[in-house]
């Protein structure tokens, strides 16, 4: 269901898209701000790229 709304482009898709990726940054950034993480180039990135790698390892799990 959430692999559907998420390759449809369906709002609800965009919608947990965005709420994830905000997540996301907000945790990387207190993660860098504690020094659990080293300082990021570009955490915008950084984080998207997370978040596709976890996202993909979860809607492609039949195949892993």
Known sequence: Y????????????RAW????????????AEME???????????AMAAALLLAMDLGMALLRPHV
Do not use: H, K, N, V
């Open 2 to 13: 959430i692999g559907r709304a998420l390759q449809d482009d369906a709002e609800m898709g």
């Open 17 to 28: 898209f965005d709420d994830l990726y905000r997540r996301t940054r907000s945790a990387m």
């Open 33 to 43: 701000a504690s020094a659990t993480i080293r300082p990021l180039d570009d955490p």
